[in-house]
């Protein structure tokens, strides 16, 4: 084992030790391409130093004979008086990550050597540049002097010399700027700047590992859910100049447009330049092709660098590259970032170019990329500046009137108006403002605030920590700058971009959500060519995805209008239906007449009211999924939904009582809700405890079922309908239910209706084995399953804690977002383990709102589920995922 990889000695494959940076780096290299020669410390390195606090004893040896190799094929050596060989030090994890050491540039010079790169170069003002950029890089980053410190000082150079920026200053002026910047650096560290180039080195190379536990580096682990052991490499890299005078400079080019797809060259250039000055926009840069002008040789060399590295990575690829004196150096490479809809645009351009397969244009998109293109977008077609910029905390765009108070949010959003609720910040008490709320703004707080959690917990649109804006909530106003705005103003917040707006900004379906919806031949008749290609794109991904995919994918869907949306989106049926659903609004009478009848007429009675109303409900859905199965769910109630709330009635009936009028219904209506109430109906009298325990109503319940049956096989239908038992947590529980129907039902005109049921307790998971014995199916409800595994109440915890415990890492995501594997998931896995123990066919799904999530839904196939139920929206990205999931573990592994 050792811990310096020679870029020759990598590949692209070993990532986990050499970093992303230095894989590329090693790639590059042996694919012949022109790279500064150079080596990487590996990560381990960086664990070693994290567990012992000091750097390895075996490392500074490997670096000197690493180090000796690149003065070799460079002939100069560091430190050296005439001709000094310089070095960067560059920073650079398995995944990329802020908050790590920002590069250092130059290190190697001092007060001797920058006399001899003078020499060398035969430019002095090259020489003291360079130096000069070597100070300040490696005082901010190396020794924490606050980089204002030098800007200060420069500035003040600049204002002497009647110059504007660095490039202005001649060689006399940068050498005394390097004086200055010495003794600044002696003031504020209390030491000589490191005149030794070893020490240079080795300092800056501690500086890479101890950045990988700096506070921003640790918060983004968390959030990204990267491990904290991984540790980082260091790329130690002769340095080319691309400051060396008009025939150098820097630029970075990606090989196709990462907005729009189309291939060829596509970057900026800044002649006369080093490093980070592309970038930091203290000039302005020229377009690539202006490199062309400029050097031809150099242009049509890097086009053919570009080529090849596209052909190779076979995906597009951003470089960074430096000219120096007409030649051309690479000094990065990584496969470049894109827009969700660039993403699928190349992918199957990539396809059509015979780059890649159809298979592997699956693993280049994701279902959280799609699921960003469904979101309503402002139309992009109008011009439109932002009032300010804050974060993007939940996607999609909403507009409305300003509210600054919870109490004229409800009131606004009650008289039907679209509110959009501001904040400085928000808490647990602003949870039903937020509720009512099209949008919510804040001012600050950041992807993990309160408002941030919420709001994507609800899935409502919401932009946070803009922190330009200034509220006044006594006086209702916000300012940015010397806009004011009032409460009931319009504004326009964009949730994925956190652009703000002055008033309002025209809303539009996207061309993907027009495709999802209508059709591919809808969305073309209604798309520009931009769109059109990409609603083509989406379209062949997703039919491949379908061809590959072993989940089906069905939706949870109540009624008529929902079951079409999800039927048109691609739904292979319905793997939830709650009946529950059918009894809220004006219905919701009938319920709470059954449950608070007193006497067994008046529950009769009640039944017999409901009957017509449930067998109608069924045979909406039945007839919208005709010839699809439809998973009924008996009554899963939250019996307070059903019932008057306690507190009112009982403040009714003491009034009454106050002004002696004689209320008895009243007064009995007290007593019998007080013998309903539950402290926690969460765990109360909820799904299948309530038909054993009115047993009227199950029967009521699956007689509908089959009337609804028969009802549809008579107008010459083709129903599918399937019974669930929900919060079943013993075999004898489902046993009863399932006698119930054999009774009622034996079959219905030859068809056998499946009886199954939720697995959503953890007794249930555990003993899945035993309850397979009296199930036709499973269905995981990984919704209470989570709840009851954490013993969290959903409703209770986020809006409480789990912003709380986001920041401190208790939590990377929300569980009810995404299945925590490590817990909720393994009880998943027994469940399916025991079911097949007992069936080995017994068909199995998911339709917690897990099933519509990305990460979830790859578990799902890895653990060997049939489908996943989610919501009609969800159901496209559902088939997506199923698709890469088949894709990218055939056989449903779980990895180790
Ligand atoms: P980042 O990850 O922030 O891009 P880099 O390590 O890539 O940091 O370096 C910052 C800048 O310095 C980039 O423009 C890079 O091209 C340049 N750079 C890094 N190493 C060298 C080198 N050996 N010679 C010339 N320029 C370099
Ligand atoms: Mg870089
Ligand atoms: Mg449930």
Redesign the pocket.
């Known amino acids: 084992m050792h811990y310096v990889y020679r870029f020759s000695e990598g590949s692209k494959e070993l990532r986990d030790v050499l970093g992303g940076?230095g894989a590329n780096l090693a790639e590059m290299t042996n694919l012949g391409l022109p790279v500064?020669p150079?080596f990487t410390i590996s990560t381990a390195a960086s664990r070693a130093y994290l567990t012992d606090g000091i750097l390895p004893p075996e490392l500074r040896v490997e670096v000197t004979t690493a180090l000796r190799a690149v003065e070799d094929a460079m002939s100069r050596r560091l430190g050296d008086f005439h001709d000094p060989l310089?070095?960067?030090v560059?920073?650079?994890a398995q995944h990329?990550m802020p908050g790590?050491m920002?590069?250092v540039?130059n290190v190697g010079l001092n007060d001797a050597a920058v006399q001899g790169l003078a020499e060398s170069s035969g430019d002095e003002r090259f020489a003291w540049d360079s130096y000069r950029r070597l100070i300040q890089m490696f005082g901010k980053t190396v020794l924490g002097v606050p980089d204002a410190v030098f800007v200060d000082e420069s500035n003040r150079m600049k204002a002497l010399h009647g110059m504007d920026g660095e490039a202005d200053l001649d060689a006399g002026a940068l050498r005394e700027l390097v004086h200055r910047y010495k003794e600044l650096v002696r003031g504020e560290c209390g030491r000589e700047f490191p005149q030794h180039p070893r020490e240079q080195l080795d300092l800056a190379i501690e500086a890479v590992f101890k950045s990988w536990n700096s506070e921003r580096a640790q918060l983004y682990r968390r959030r990204e859910r990267i491990p904290h052991d991984l540790g980082t490499a260091v790329?130690i890299?002769?340095?080319?100049?691309?400051n060396l005078g008009a025939t150098s400079g820097?630029g970075?080019a990606f090989t196709r447009d990462p907005s729009s797809g189309r291939p060829g060259g596509y970057g900026d250039y800044l002649p006369n330049a080093?490093?980070?000055?592309?970038?930091s926009g203290v000039r302005n840069t020229l377009a690539l092709e202006e490199l062309a002008e400029l050097d031809e040789e150099a242009y049509r060399e890097l086009l053919t660098a570009m080529r090849r590295l596209e052909t190779h990575y076979r995906d597009l690829c951003d470089i960074?590259?430096?000219i120096e004196r007409g030649k051309l150096?690479l000094?990065?490479t990584r496969v470049g970032k894109r827009t969700p809809s660039a993403a699928f645009r190349i992918a199957t351009q990539l396809v059509d170019e015979s780059l890649i397969t159809m298979d592997e244009a699956l693993t280049r998109v994701s279902g959280a990329q799609l699921s960003q293109l469904l979101f309503p977008q402002f139309d992009s077609l109008l011009p439109r500046t932002p009032l300010t910029v804050g974060m993007g905390a939940s996607p999609g765009a909403a507009v409305g009137e300003i509210a600054f108070t919870n109490d004229v949010a409800i009131r606004r959003a009650g008289e039907g108006a679209s509110v959009i609720l501001v904040r400085r910040e928000t808490n647990p008490d602003d949870l039903h403002g937020m509720l009512a709320a099209r949008g919510v703004l804040t001012a600050r707080g950041g992807k993990t605030s309160h408002a941030a959690v919420v709001a994507r917990g609800m899935g409502t649109c919401a932009v946070v920590g803009a922190e330009e804006l200034q509220i006044d909530p006594v006086g209702r106003t916000m300012r940015v700058a010397d806009m004011v705005l009032s409460e009931g103003d319009t504004i326009s917040i964009d949730g994925t971009t956190g652009e703000v707006f002055a008033g309002q900004v025209d809303v539009v379906d996207s061309a993907a959500m027009v495709y999802v919806e209508q059709g591919l031949e809808s969305a073309l008749v209604a798309a520009d060519s931009n769109s059109a290609e990409l609603v083509t794109s989406l379209h062949r991904l997703l039919d491949h995805a379908d061809a590959r995919r072993r989940m089906g994918v069905r939706a949870n869907a109540d009624n008529r209008v929902d079951a079409l949306k999800a039927r048109d989106r691609g739904a292979e049926g319905i793997g939830l239906c709650r009946t529950e659903h059918q009894f809220l609004g004006d219905r919701r009478g009938l319920v709470e007449a059954l449950v608070l009848a007193g006497s067994p007429a008046a529950e009769e009675a009640a039944l017999e009211a409901l009957l017509p109303v449930q067998r109608d409900a069924v045979v909406e859905v039945l007839e919208a999924m005709d010839g699809l199965p439809v998973t009924i769910r008996l009554l899963d109630p939250p019996l307070h939904e059903f019932l008057p709330d306690l507190v009112d009635v009982a403040a009714a009936a003491a009034v009454a009582a106050e002004r002696g009028d004689d209320d008895r219904d009243r007064a009995a209506l007290v007593s019998v809700l007080r013998e309903h109430r539950e402290l926690n109906p969460m765990l109360g009298m909820r799904g299948v405890r309530l038909g054993l325990k009115i047993e009227g109503l199950l029967r009521m319940q699956i007689r509908a079922i089959c009337e609804a049956t028969d009802i549809r096989l008579d107008a010459a239908g083709d129903p599918r309908p399937e019974i669930m038992v929900p919060l079943v947590g013993s075999v004898r529980e489902q046993q009863i239910v399932r006698d119930i129907c054999r009774e009622l039902f034996p079959s219905i005109r030859g068809r056998s209706v499946p009886i199954g049921c939720m697995i959503e307790l953890p007794r249930a998971a555990l003993t899945a084995y035993r309850i397979a014995e009296e199930a036709d199916f499973f269905s995981f409800g990984t919704n209470d399953l989570t709840q009851t595994t954490w013993g969290f109440s959903r409703d209770d915890v986020e809006a409480t804690f789990f912003p709380t415990y986001l920041r401190n890492g208790v939590l990377t995501i929300s569980p009810f977002e995404t299945i925590d594997a490590d817990g909720v998931g393994v009880l998943v896995e027994a469940g399916v383990a025991g079911g097949r123990r007992t069936k080995p066919t017994l068909p199995m799904g998911v339709c917690g709102e897990h099933g519509g999530d990305p990460e979830s839904i790859r578990f799902f196939h890895d653990i060997g589920l049939d489908y996943v139920s989610c919501s009609p929206y969800r159901v496209p990205i559902a088939r997506l995922e199923a698709g890469r999931a088949a894709v990218l573990s055939p056989r449903g592994e779980r990895e180790a």
């Open positions: 940076k500064p150079g310089l070095v960067s560059r920073s650079g990329s790590m920002d590069t540039l790329n890299q002769a340095m080319v100049f691309g820097t970075v080093q490093g980070e000055d592309v970038v960074e590259f430096t150096w000094l990065q």
